[in-house]
């Protein structure tokens, strides 16, 4: 391939076997697929930044010139959706926290631990099946029970009385409580396939050392299990981050002061007068944002996690 | 065994003693390694059993009765209970209409995903340049919300004005098949590169080595990801209702999801949306329960 190999006065035949086919069209390939995953996000970015006019007048591919650029979108996207962004961070990080807890727990009292085999591994399939239901068959118990049964803003009356807290929040916490519950599976899951590949020594040395359960745990597990807890406190925040059946079941309306991001961003920019993209495009990048922030970061562990799923 | 039994007995006809045996095997047992690492995974195994299976049962009863509407909570009074609701989703063509919907996105979907993910899974495999790189692009669209993504394929539509069915078949395989590479991925990483090698050495062409060799032993991943991809579409919800804004759908994409969750939450018809949620259940158990005896056999669980 290199020009001193190639005759100066060959024709361009005489260079064409030398060429790898294969790679030109693995190259091309990957390109096109390139462009087909990047194309909806590229023309969300562009159109967040076109005025109304510009949205209607250019392609959705072109990137907005002169006149036609402008922020005012993402100001009214940010200005809609601060309210249901900060809802959805105190959502979203204790529930991860407390799910990634549990789910290390389960994981350890089922792999590291033997209390019989048997009895073990109908425990294990319990929470597997718990991963794969679909949540549809228990949403009609979920709100009867957050409604009926244990209704947290009654409950927790008094809590209202504090200036910064609204009567609506009471269901930004039993929505915190149910992503925690439905959580647990999965985050067990990938907790389990991660402890079967420690090697047994270190817990034997410390069983044999005398070390009871709760040490194991404490000193030589959780220490051994960091690089897991990023995994799958990623993956578990990116989930309940982008979740929306559930927030739109418990709290129900886009307007609600505990809205969640995803619940607001539902319902943006539509009026009679038809939907404004650009606002909704600015939105919809606003919202994914912290996931986005995390994927540039941490897409390595995003990919172990799925692909750990099963 | 037996030694044990021996003491057993032994402690017993010693009188007094029987109590303080009793009170010995107390703190064995506390001490033994199920009593201390109950609380590990009993905490989280309740708490989970509560809200899967506590739900399960409570939904299947709530489905045995009439409630609907805004009222105090369902009625379970034995006189109100029957199989009613379930003899009307069979009555119900728009039942049917929207289980033929189901199967349809669940074959159609799971299919081009699984071989557009094998495919760009192949691709990056032969080793070329900045893999992790164009691996994270084509993941990419698995880290954002469907309510995200259906504002960008919204906007497609609205250029386009082409098929609704295309596009949201389009835009599902988008988001997805990122996540049948990785899959596939793991899967043909733990296959060893001698086995590629020595079809190559064969005289084997890359296509060939691949689909007779290679492609064979991806039968579980192909597994794993077809049952977390037909789990996904059926219930899929989240993104129909984010491309149309509303609970009621046009009519070709309404699918068995779509309607239990506008039947309980726009309808309030509780114990109508609880019937077809366990219709919805029992469809998901039949490829969740073969898919873990599956594993189990494999040894993989």
Not at chain 1, 46 to 68: C, I, N, Q, R
Not at chain 1, 110 to 133: C, E, S, Y
Not at chain 1, 189 to 212: C, H, M, P, Q
Request: aromatic content about 14%; overall charge negative; some cysteine.
């Amino acid at each position: 391939m290199s020009k001193a190999t190639r005759p100066a006065d060959g024709s361009f035949a005489d260079v064409l076997p030398e060429l790898d086919y294969w790679k030109i069209g693995l190259s091309l390939v990957i390109t096109f697929f390139f462009a087909f995953f990047l194309a909806p996000i590229w023309t969300g970015i562009v159109t967040s930044f076109k005025t109304s006019g510009a949205v209607t007048a250019t392609t959705p591919l072109t990137p907005p010139l002169g006149d036609g650029f402008t922020v005012e979108k993402w100001a009214r996207a940010i200005d809609h959706l601060s309210t249901g962004f900060v809802n959805s961070l105190i959502m979203t990080i204790p529930s991860t926290i407390a799910t990634v807890f549990l789910g290390s727990t389960a994981a350890y009292g089922l792999t590291l631990v033997d209390w019989g085999k048997r009895a073990q591994f109908a425990v294990l399939i319990l929470f597997l099946v718990g991963i794969f239901i679909p949540y549809q068959a228990v949403l009609v118990p979920l709100s009867d029970f957050w409604i009926n049964i244990v209704p947290l803003a009654e409950v927790l009356a008094p809590v209202w009385e504090l200036s910064f807290m609204e009567y609506a929040h009471a269901r930004l916490l039993s929505l915190t409580i149910t992503h925690i519950v439905y959580g647990i599976p999965l985050c067990m899951l990938l907790f389990r396939g991660y402890y079967l590949t420690l090697s047994d020594e270190l817990v034997e040395a410390a069983k044999i050392d005398g070390a009871s359960i709760t040490t194991i745990y404490r000193r030589v597990v959780l220490p051994l299990s960091k690089p897991m807890v990023g995994v799958v406190f990623i993956y578990q925040f990116t989930a309940i981050w982008n979740e929306f059946l559930f927030s739109l079941t418990l709290i129900g309306s886009s307007s609600s002061p505990a809205a969640t991001v995803t619940l607001v961003l539902s319902g943006l920019g539509t009026d009679l007068s038809g939907i404004d993209f650009g606002l909704r495009m600015a939105g919809a990048l606003f919202a994914a944002l912290p996931t986005l922030i995390i994927y540039a970061f941490f897409a390595e562990e995003f990919a172990q996690g799925l692909a750990a799923e099963n | 065994m037996a030694g044990s039994r021996d003491t057993v007995s032994e402690s017993q006809n010693v009188g007094t003693g029987a109590e303080r045996d009793w009170q010995t095997r107390l703190e064995v047992f506390s001490k033994s390694d199920f009593a201390r690492s109950f609380p590990y995974w009993f905490v989280p195994f309740s708490i989970m059993g509560l809200g899967v299976y506590g739900g399960i049962g409570y939904n299947t009863l709530i489905s045995l009765t009439d409630y609907e509407g805004f009222n105090e909570g369902p009625d379970f009074s034995p006189g109100n209970l029957d199989l009613e609701m379930y003899v009307q989703t069979v009555n119900d063509p728009w039942v049917w209409t929207t289980s033929k919907n189901t199967f349809v996105l669940l074959i159609v979907f799971t299919t081009v995903t699984m071989v557009l993910g094998l495919f760009l899974a192949v691709m990056l495999d032969r080793g070329i340049r900045y893999k992790e790189k164009i691996q994270t692009i084509y993941l990419l669209p698995m880290a954002l919300s469907f309510v995200v993504t259906a504002q960008f394929w919204l906007w497609m539509y609205n250029v386009n004005n082409g098929l609704i069915n295309l596009l949201l078949g389009a835009a599902l395989i988008w988001q997805f098949s990122g996540y049948a590479m990785v899959v596939f991925l793991a899967g043909l990483q733990s296959i060893p590169d001698d086995q590629f090698e020595a079809a190559q050495v064969d005289g084997a062409s890359v296509l060939r080595t691949y689909w007779r060799v290679i492609i064979p032993q991806l039968k579980s991943s192909s597994v794993s990801a077809a049952v977390v991809l037909v789990i996904f579409a059926l219930k899929a919800f989240t993104f129909l209702f984010s491309m149309f804004g509303q609970y009621r759908v046009p009519k070709g994409t309404d699918i068995l999801a779509t309607l239990m969750v506008r039947e309980a939450f726009k309808l309030q018809n509780w114990a109508y949306a609880a019937a077809i949620a366990t219709i919805l259940l029992l469809m998901a158990l039949a490829v969740i329960a073969p898919y873990l005896h599956y594993q189990h056999k494999q040894g993989s669980l």
